[in-house]
């Protein structure tokens, strides 16, 4: 079995908003406190992060993360990618390889040059970079991956099958023509939805829960959230066929 902890399902602003004072981010319920999206995968002794946005520090504190021996990166927009600096404490003894598409290590590399060459100091992150092409499939201890194209907005972004789960973030198209044959047999879907309202470059929760149909998930979990919906309507309105997922959730999945 393969462990999920989600240690943020956010969009982009976090909840509470900062300055706002709608239902949700005024809401007591701890559920609707959404730091940035980002999960932590974990097999035998394996562990991998995927994207680290600007809490990756006070999350990986919260999950307990002594180890990281991986990093998969979905695209480079801020809240995916702005905690990167954190993972020098993972990098004393080696370099940590981190995982994308080539455009979003080069930017990557562009906004965090030291961590990517060998520095006449420490206290800087140690990473090694591994380019992805679309549907690669590659490993990280025991845990195997397979690196799916989507669209987010105008941009091809990755989304990443392990096992009989895929975790699909910031989509508007899931491009099920070229992805179908790669998606077959996921029985759990984690897969962004911002909120009912239309939006240029994120599916609605209505789009997201087409997209877990069109997969045949059995069981769909969304994320990448935003202040329009509080986690006890959207439970209720979407349960059982799919669930808001909350900081902290953690899901056993099936290896295939």
């Given at each position: 079995?393969?462990?999920?902890?989600?240690?943020?399902?956010?969009?982009?602003?976090?909840?509470?908003?900062?300055?706002?004072s709608?239902?949700?981010?005024?809401?007591?319920?701890?559920?609707?406190?959404?730091?940035?999206?980002?999960?932590?995968?974990?097999?035998?002794?394996?562990?991998?992060?995927?994207?680290?946005?600007?809490?990756?520090?006070?999350?990986?504190?919260?999950?307990?993360i002594?180890?990281?021996?991986?990093?998969?990166?979905?695209?480079?927009?801020s809240?995916?990618?702005?905690?990167?600096?954190?993972?020098?404490?993972?990098?004393?003894?080696?370099?940590?390889?981190?995982?994308?598409?080539?455009?979003?290590?080069?930017?990557?590399?562009?906004?965090f040059?030291?961590?990517?060459?060998?520095?006449?100091?420490?206290?800087?992150?140690?990473?090694?970079?591994?380019?992805?092409k679309?549907h690669?499939?590659?490993?990280?201890?025991?845990?195997?991956f397979?690196?799916?194209?989507?669209?987010?907005?105008?941009?091809?972004?990755?989304?990443?099958r392990?096992?009989?789960?895929?975790y699909?973030?910031?989509?508007?198209?899931?491009?099920?023509?070229?992805?179908?044959?790669?998606?077959?047999?996921?029985?759990?879907?984690?897969?962004?939805?911002?909120?009912?309202?239309?939006?240029?470059?994120?599916?609605?929760?209505?789009?997201?829960?087409?997209?877990?149909?069109?997969?045949?998930?059995?069981?769909?979990?969304?994320?990448?959230?935003?202040?329009?919906?509080?986690?006890?309507?959207?439970?209720?309105?979407?349960?059982?066929?799919?669930?808001?997922?909350?900081?902290?959730?953690?899901?056993?999945v099936?290896d295939?």
């Amino acid at each position: 079995m393969t462990r999920i902890e989600f240690l943020g399902t956010g969009t982009s602003h976090g909840i509470p908003v900062i300055g706002c004072s709608c239902p949700v981010c005024m809401s007591a319920d701890p559920h609707d406190k959404r730091w940035r999206s980002s999960i932590l995968i974990t097999k035998d002794d394996t562990a991998v992060v995927i994207d680290t946005g600007y809490e990756f520090r006070l999350q990986a504190l919260r999950a307990g993360i002594t180890h990281l021996d991986g990093v998969l990166y979905t695209h480079q927009h801020s809240d995916h990618m702005m905690g990167l600096d954190d993972l020098r404490v993972f990098t004393d003894e080696h370099k940590l390889p981190v995982y994308g598409f080539p455009k979003v290590l080069a930017d990557a590399e562009r906004i965090f040059p030291y961590a990517f060459h060998d520095m006449p100091y420490k206290g800087v992150p140690r990473l090694e970079k591994h380019e992805l092409k679309e549907h690669e499939t590659f490993s990280i201890g025991s845990l195997s991956f397979t690196a799916i194209p989507v669209m987010h907005g105008c941009m091809r972004i990755a989304g990443y099958r392990f096992g009989r789960a895929a975790y699909i973030t910031d989509a508007s198209d899931i491009l099920m023509e070229e992805n179908a044959g790669y998606l077959r047999g996921v029985d759990t879907l984690i897969i962004g939805a911002l909120r009912d309202k239309p939006h240029w470059s994120h599916f609605t929760f209505a789009q997201a829960l087409e997209a877990g149909r069109a997969i045949g998930a059995r069981s769909v979990y969304f994320t990448h959230m935003s202040h329009a919906t509080l986690h006890a309507e959207a439970e209720r309105r979407f349960s059982p066929e799919a669930h808001p997922a909350y900081d902290t959730l953690v899901l056993e999945v099936e290896d295939e």
